[in-house]
């Protein structure tokens, strides 16, 4: 009798997972190679002004398109490059070409930021101001046009050495966003120490806005605390143009989401529009 009852469960459990180990394994080894092997690339997403349309940024999200396992999400490889200390010769690349990318846009479109999202494990290494500033100086990109997405889990672990560090790269100019903002742990306690610019409010809210009372709650609470605290926000997670009219009825600045564009290449960014037609507004329902 080949089939495994159900008293054997802890067995599959097993199996389970020491597949689910092995495919850990068998990708960190082929991340290793990703960067020599050109699998790794670049997507921009824009950021949108929302009261006018217009697009003012981009945020850059990296791909890696492996040759052993096809595409692989972010979601999947970040940690891993994180665990391994990968992240940081990675992430030195993607900020370099962000901000070599990024400096090329900046001669046809005035007042354009891209934003890159840095890791915990980046910030850990006292020379990451050095790597910023050096992408800044070999692009030539000016550095308000830099924007760094960090999320709350950088403070976790030695917050001084990385309020100090952070300090340092906002003195240079350049701007921080919280991302992922109303996720994480203690994410208002964090406020109270933290120099950044901008809040980055979770997908999650945006997507419940029209659905859900909370959600509304949340958000405009937050563009109140936003304010009180001088940050601007930047909501994520922008699929529909009703999202997009409530955000602007709740005076959020700026957005990106699906409703826009989706992550693209260098080259298709370039053919985005320049502003995106405000949407009609829909007839009350009451
Ligand atoms: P994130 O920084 O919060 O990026 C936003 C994520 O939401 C991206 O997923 C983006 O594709 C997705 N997104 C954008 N608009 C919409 C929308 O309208 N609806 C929905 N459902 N999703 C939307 P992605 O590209 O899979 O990246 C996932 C995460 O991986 C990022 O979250 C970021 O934390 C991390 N990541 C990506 N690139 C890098 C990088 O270069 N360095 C580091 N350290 N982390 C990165
Ligand atoms: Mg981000
Ligand atoms: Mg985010
Ligand atoms: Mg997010």
Redesign the pocket.
């Known amino acids: 009798q080949a089939r495994i009852s159900s008293s054997n469960q802890p067995l599959e459990f097993k199996l389970e997972m020491e597949t689910h180990i092995a495919n850990r394994f068998a990708l960190q080894r082929a991340l290793r190679h990703a960067m020599e092997n050109n699998e790794l690339s ?2 921009y ?1 824009p950021l949108i002004h929302l009261n006018t349309g217009q697009v003012v940024g981009a ?5 890696w398109h492996s040759k052993e396992f096809g595409p692989v ?3 999947q490889f ?1 940690p891993l ?2 665990q391994t200390g990968l ?1 940081n010769e ?2 030195r690349w ?1 900020l370099r070409e962000a901000c070599r990318q990024a400096a090329l846009w900046m001669s046809s479109r005035k007042d354009f930021a891209i934003s ?4 915990l494990e ?1 910030l850990a290494d006292t020379s990451f101001s050095d790597t910023v500033r050096d992408a800044l100086r070999m692009s030539g990109l000016p550095p308000k046009a830099l924007l760094i ?1 960090i ?1 709350e889990s950088v403070l976790m672990t030695d917050p001084a050495s990385i309020i100090r560090l952070l300090r340092e790269i906002r003195q240079l100019g350049v701007r921080i966003a919280l ?2 903002f109303g996720t994480g742990y203690s994410a208002l306690s964090y406020l109270i120490q933290l120099d950044i610019d901008y809040l ?1 409010l ?2 999650t809210f ?2 419940n806005l029209t659905r859900s009372d909370r959600a509304a709650t949340i958000v405009r609470s937050t563009m109140a605390l936003a304010k009180a605290l001088r940050l601007q926000v930047i909501a ?4 529909t143009p009703d999202d997009w009219h409530r955000l602007n009825d709740e005076h959020c600045m700026f957005g ?4 826009f564009s ?2 693209v290449p260098a080259a298709q960014f370039e053919a985005l529009p320049e502003r995106y037609p405000l949407p009609r507004r829909r007839e009350q329902a009451y």
């Open positions: 670049l997507a997403q945020e850059t999200l990296l791909r999400s972010p979601v970040i490059a994180e992240i990675i992430g993607v890159v999202n840095v890791s980046q997405e999320t991302d992922d980055k979770d997908k945006i997507s994520e997670g922008i699929e990106q989401g699906f409703h989706r992550p």
